[in-house]
C-alpha cells in the first residue's frame, strides 16, 4: 500500500510538474505573441503619425496657396477696379473740354458702362467668395452711382427694388447683367422723366429654379414710343440690351405699360 501511494504521490507530482511546464510555456509564446502584436503596433502607430504629419503639411500647403490664390484674385480685381475708375475719371476730364453734346452724351455714357464693371469688380475685392456675388447689395450700390451722373438733370426719381438676398451671380452673368441694368436705368433717366417733376423705377429680381432668373424694370414715365422697334434699332443702348440678353441665353419682353416695361429672363451665358 506503501509503494501505491508513493508511486500515486510521484505521478501526481509529475503531472503538477507538467501541467507548470506547459501553463509556463503558454504564457511565455503569449508573451512573445504579445510583444510581436506590440510591435506591430507601434510600428503601425508610427506609419500612422508619419502618414497624419504628410498630411497635415499637405493640407497646410494647399491652405496656404489657396490663401495666395485668394490673395492674388482680390488684388487683381483691385487693379481692375482701379483701372477702370482711371479711364472713367480720364473720360470725366475729356468730357470738360467737349461742347458738342452728342460726344459730350458718348463719353457719359461710355463712362457709366465702365463704372458699372468698376463697382463689380470692387464687390468682388470686398467679397470672400468670388463664384458667387450678393446681387441684391450689388443692385443699390449701382442705381445710387447712376442716381448720382443724372441728380442735376432729372425730378425726383425713386427707386423700388425687390430682389432675392439668396441670389449669387457668377462673374460671367454679373458682368453682362449690370450692363443690362445700366442701360435700363440710364434709358429711363434720360427719356422717360422729361417734362416730369417725379418718377418711380422699380426693379425685380426672382429665381427661377436653380440657375434661372426673373428681371422686371418698370418706370412711370412717358413709355416707348409707339414704333419703339425702329427706335431701337437706332439706339445703341437697346441694342446692347438685346446683345446682351441673347448672351445670357434669356429672352425679352417690351411693352408699354403706363410707362416702359421691361421684362427679362435670363441664365448662364453660352458657351463659345
Known amino acids: 500500500m506503501v509503494i501505491n501511494f508513493s508511486l500515486i504521490g510521484f505521478a501526481l507530482l509529475i503531472l503538477i510538474i507538467v501541467i507548470v511546464l506547459v501553463s509556463y510555456r503558454n504564457k511565455r509564446i503569449a508573451n512573445i505573441s504579445l510583444g510581436l502584436k506590440n510591435q506591430e503596433i507601434e510600428h503601425s502607430s508610427a506609419i500612422i503619425t508619419f502618414q497624419k504629419q504628410a498630411v497635415d503639411e499637405s493640407n497646410s500647403k494647399l491652405k496656404k496657396l489657396l490663401a495666395d490664390k485668394e490673395l492674388l484674385f482680390k488684388e487683381v480685381h483691385h487693379r481692375v477696379k482701379n483701372n477702370l475708375q482711371i479711364i472713367s475719371s480720364l473720360l470725366n476730364l475729356q468730357s470738360h473740354t467737349i461742347s458738342d453734346e452728342k460726344v ?64 449669387r451671380l457668377n462673374i460671367d452673368v454679373a458682368i453682362p447683367f ?22 418711380l423705377i422699380s426693379v ?69
Open 104 to 167: 459730350l452724351d458718348i463719353l457719359k455714357q461710355s463712362q457709366s458702362r465702365i463704372n458699372t464693371m468698376a463697382i463689380l469688380h470692387n464687390k468682388l475685392y470686398q467679397t470672400e467668395d468670388f463664384s458667387n456675388i450678393p446681387f441684391d447689395e450689388y443692385l443699390k450700390q449701382l442705381v445710387i452711382s447712376i442716381s448720382d451722373s443724372f441728380d442735376t438733370k432729372c425730378g425726383d426719381v425713386k427707386f423700388v427694388i425687390d430682389a432675392d438676398k439668396e441670389i
Open 178 to 199: 449690370g450692363l443690362i441694368l445700366n442701360e435700363l436705368i440710364t434709358n429711363s433717366f434720360k427719356h422717360a422723366f422729361i417734362g416730369k417733376q417725379q418718377g
Open 204 to 272: 425685380s429680381l426672382k429665381m427661377i429654379g436653380s440657375d434661372r432668373y426673373h428681371l422686371v424694370f418698370t418706370d412711370n414715365g412717358n413709355g416707348l414710343p409707339d414704333n419703339y422697334r425702329e427706335f431701337m434699332s437706332k439706339s445703341l443702348g437697346l441694342e446692347l440690351i438685346e446683345m446682351l440678353v441673347e448672351q445670357l441665353n434669356g429672352c425679352i419682353g417690351i411693352k408699354n405699360n403706363g410707362g416702359a416695361s421691361f421684362d427679362i429672363s435670363f441664365g448662364n451665358p453660352i458657351s463659345n
